[in-house]
């Protein structure tokens, strides 16, 4: 349950990459909580899957906390997730991540060869395993099931040496992953999802060790060390497919599964699921149809569609779509920015964010004449800043880069002052915009395809 899951703000609305930055920093915090600091190198995007669906299904209010500042966030404070789906999620992250660590001791990888470091993770993982038992005790679940599923692994591994069938090698994983995704009905008070999201749990686990195999097969082989899919002889073209049929099943059995709101489930398991597919194995299906589709749904929305869903700018690109409720810092209220500039109710247009009394128009929140807003807005609405000198602006240059603004946030630049995004937004191609209209509803993604049909 390690790495399958990497959504980027590229791919997720305003609303669910808050939404699921709240459970990534809820689950490091739960581990640290429950389980000390060194816990936190337990927490993985994977593992926060868990804290979602329980959030997803619960009919109470949202529980939050506000968390203090983080070099992973440019040192600012947060809302975060907590209640039992953190502890929940924090639980069985440490034991999967115990798990992993006993494996690499086992198979002696990288400095775990080293007997001091292999004596010293030994203990770690017996240490972590009683805590994970304890504090999912705590609410309601029993982590000796992934542990005793863990202990099957090898002899699952030696039937699949004996001529058996692949799946044999899953089976584990498939078990503990089912019964952590189920245990998440039981802590939302809704027990008739169990069944169902027991197997999208399984799924979710068979394609987490399918894609794991997959892309370790070459370097698995160079080692000459044991891979499922060498062993087996499937070919690249059959463990494509198996992954590709496990993440069309997740989706049909989360459509059985009563949530209060499905938008970041979906977007974390029906989609993500399917870029990691199309991550591994070297290339896509869907592309085709977003860009067919893209002339249609700009004239969908300028006629009156869902205003979630924007129409292609003057230059042919895909403007971000209007998300209801969220703003571009997080804040409540309309999505800044993501009207048609000088349209009524758009970006810079009267009655929208930034028109004649809105956020950043005249009379308005940060406009001119407004409550903190400067006399002489630059173009654009926003106002210039001067351009930091040499010295200064390495100085700033050196506290962003050491606190991580530079690479995992938005930030202005050091010297010129200019909004410019981290290095690791940048790096992740806008070209991966995707979305359906074709799953009950229209979903908060950013264009228009039928990934999901």
């Known amino acids: 349950m390690f790495g399958i899951i990497r959504p980027c703000r590229h791919r997720l609305s305003e609303g669910l990459h808050a939404s699921w930055m709240a459970h990534l920093c809820g689950l490091c915090l739960a581990l640290r909580d429950d389980h000390g600091q060194l816990a936190r190198t337990a927490t993985n995007y994977d593992g926060l ?79 972590w395993d009683r805590q994970s038992a304890g504090s999912a005790a705590a609410v309601g679940f029993d982590t000796g099931v992934l542990l005793a599923a863990a202990g099957r692994q090898e002899a699952a591994e030696s039937a699949v040496s004996a001529g058996g069938s692949l799946l044999l090698a899953t089976a584990p994983t498939e078990e503990a992953t089912a019964a952590a995704f189920a245990h998440t009905a039981v802590l939302a008070g809704r027990p008739g999802n169990a069944e169902a999201l027991a197997e999208a749990g399984r799924l979710f686990g068979r394609l987490a ?65 399917s870029e990691a597919v199309d991550r591994v194995f070297g290339h896509r299906h869907h592309h085709h149809a977003c860009a067919n589709t893209d002339a249609g749904a700009g004239a969908s929305a300028s006629a009156g569609g869902d205003p979630r869903v924007s129409a292609p700018d003057s230059g042919g690109h895909r403007q971000p779509p209007r998300v209801l409720g969220y703003g571009t810092s997080g804040s409540f209220g309309p999505a800044e920015g993501y009207g048609v500039p000088g349209a009524p109710g758009g970006a810079s247009g009267q009655g929208g964010p930034g028109g004649h009394g809105g956020a ?62 981290g290095f690791c937004d940048r790096n992740c191609s806008s070209s991966d915009l995707e979305c359906c209209n074709t799953c009950g509803g229209v979903c908060e993604c950013l264009a228009c395809c039928s990934a999901c049909a």
């Not at 499905?262 to 029906?270: D, E």
């Not at 609405?381 to 050196?398: E, F, I, T």
């Open 49 to 127: 899957v868990i804290s979602v669906l329980v959030e997803a299904q619960s009919s109470r209010a949202e529980e939050r906390r506000t968390a203090g500042p983080c070099p992973l966030r440019g040192m600012r404070t947060a809302p975060v997730a907590r209640g039992e789906g953190a502890r929940l999620a924090a639980a069985v992250s440490l034991a999967l991540a115990s798990v992993k660590m006993r494996d690499h001791v086992v198979d002696g990888d990288g400095v775990f060869a080293r007997r001091s470091v292999a004596a010293g993770a030994r203990r770690v993982t017996r240490r």
């Open 360 to 421: 950043g128009g005249p009379g308005g929140s940060g406009g001119p004449g407004g409550p903190g807003g400067p006399q002489q807005p630059a173009e654009g609405g926003q106002p210039k800043k001067k351009p930091r000198g040499p010295v200064l602006g390495c100085a700033v240059w050196l506290t962003m880069a050491c606190t991580c603004q530079l690479l995992c946030c938005d930030h202005d630049d050091p010297f010129t002052r200019e909004r410019r995004e």
């Open 209 to 273: 060790h399918l894609l794991d195999a997959a892309e370790d097969r070459a370097e698995d082989e160079t080692r000459g060390a044991w891979n499922p899919l060498t062993v087996s002889g499937t070919s690249q073209a059959e463990a494509e497919r198996l992954c590709r049929d496990a993440v069309h099943g997740i989706r049909l059995a989360l459509a059985e599964v009563e949530f209060t709101d499905r938008a970041l489930v979906h977007r974390l398991l029906a989609h993500e699921t």
